[in-house]
């Protein structure tokens, strides 16, 4: 079974950390491009990392430079999303997604595999 399992989230303070994983099964995440997204209440989707299947440098948004990073373990099929200094803002569901050996991008509609997302919530 094709599938992408994404844990981690949490609720959190401002200025909390969390590490958010997408373990993958059926795929052979080597051969795919990865990207992590957000979606807050009443918001569009938004693109925040990705890394390219070729290994190339991570792409960030500007909002989660410096706080967020993205990491692959090829050993584990499994790609994460470490987040520091976690603001209010940054409250969302997080979802992972992959796309068959294409550049990564931060545009949902690049990618053809999504998980089921998980909760992060920033307050104090």
């Known amino acids: 079974q094709m599938q992408l399992v994404e844990s981690g989230g949490d609720a959190v303070q401002p200025g909390g950390s969390l590490r958010l994983s997408c373990s993958a099964s059926?795929?052979?995440?080597?051969?795919?491009?990865r990207g992590w997204f957000r979606q807050a209440p009443g918001k569009e989707r938004e693109g925040v990392s990705c890394?390219?299947?070729?290994?190339?440098?991570?792409n960030y948004a500007d909002s989660v430079k410096g706080r967020f990073t993205i990491s692959r373990d090829s050993g584990e099929n499994t790609v994460y999303l470490h987040v520091d200094n976690l603001q209010p803002a940054d409250t969302a569901v997080y979802y992972c997604?992959?796309?068959?050996?294409?550049?990564?991008?931060?545009?949902?509609?690049?990618?053809?595999?999504w998980g089921q997302g998980t909760q992060v919530t920033v307050s104090s």
């Open positions: 997604a992959i796309v068959l050996q294409a550049p990564c991008g931060l545009r949902s509609g690049e990618y053809q595999y």
């Open positions: 890394i390219s299947w070729g290994g190339t440098s991570p």
């Open positions: 059926g795929f052979n995440l080597d051969y795919y491009s």
